[in-house]
């Protein structure tokens, strides 16, 4: 398997500790939107990241990609099959991927990538509305229902975990801490999460390269 992408990216960082859960090997080739690279593009025709290719198959987007993997390899189950469960795994990759996503991007894109990749100037306002407005609703909202177990969905590891702990890599990597004292649950949550061996190692290179 060949999966195209960049981790700085929570779709594809989200993919690859996916991958790395279900004990599954991919070549990972550094790819973007403005690549020229025809194989990336036969794999994903907009430009849209990942995009995988298990021989002659290939798809682009995230929850695509998770969902051909789980069918394909459906051991060890990272999508609940209870439709309950499945129902909530989906609605929490949708709530990570649409409205948090939404939101961290608009701080991490001005404060990082703009003047660290494109140098250009970052829109800090807007960076600090996301911040002070939007960020606080999302993760009042994770405090409330993060269970004791520590995982969102069954008691256990989901993809719901792996979707909802993503984006926060790209928080962590704009300067923004999470408050122990505010959000305690959340804080431990995440920290737990990011710290297991699927997401470890990715974060520990993306702060090397950043750092550089």
């Known amino acids: 398997m060949i999966l195209y992408g960049a981790s700085m990216s929570p779709f594809v960082r989200k993919t690859m500790a996916y991958l790395a859960e279900k004990g599954l090997e991919a070549d990972f080739v550094p790819e973007g939107p403005g690549s020229a690279n025809p194989d990336f593009h036969a794999a ?48 929490y990759e949708e709530f990570a991927d649409t409205i948090l996503v939404g939101k961290l991007v608009v701080i991490f894109a001005n404060r990082v990538f703009l003047p660290r990749f494109m140098g250009k100037e970052g829109d800090l306002a807007a960076a600090a ?30 993809l719901a ?6 984006p926060f890599v790209n928080m962590d990597h704009a300067g923004i801490e999470l408050d122990w004292a505010s959000h305690p649950k959340t804080t431990a949550y995440i920290n737990a999460i990011l710290a297991r061996p699927s997401f470890a190692p990715i974060v520990a290179r993306e702060k090397a390269f950043l750092a550089r």
């Open 44 to 91: 994903s025709p907009f430009g849209k990241i990942p995009a995988l290719r298990d021989g002659e198959f290939a798809i682009s987007d995230s929850t695509a990609i998770i969902t051909y993997l789980e069918a394909k390899y459906p051991e060890p189950s990272l999508i609940p099959a209870s439709p309950e469960s499945r129902a909530r795994t989906v609605w």
């Open 161 to 166: 975990d792996l979707a909802v702990a993503s």
């Open 129 to 158: 509305k996301a911040e002070t407005e939007d960020l606080p609703r999302m993760l009042d909202y994770l405090e409330g229902i993060i269970p004791k177990s520590g995982f969102l969905v069954d008691d256990r590891l989901t």
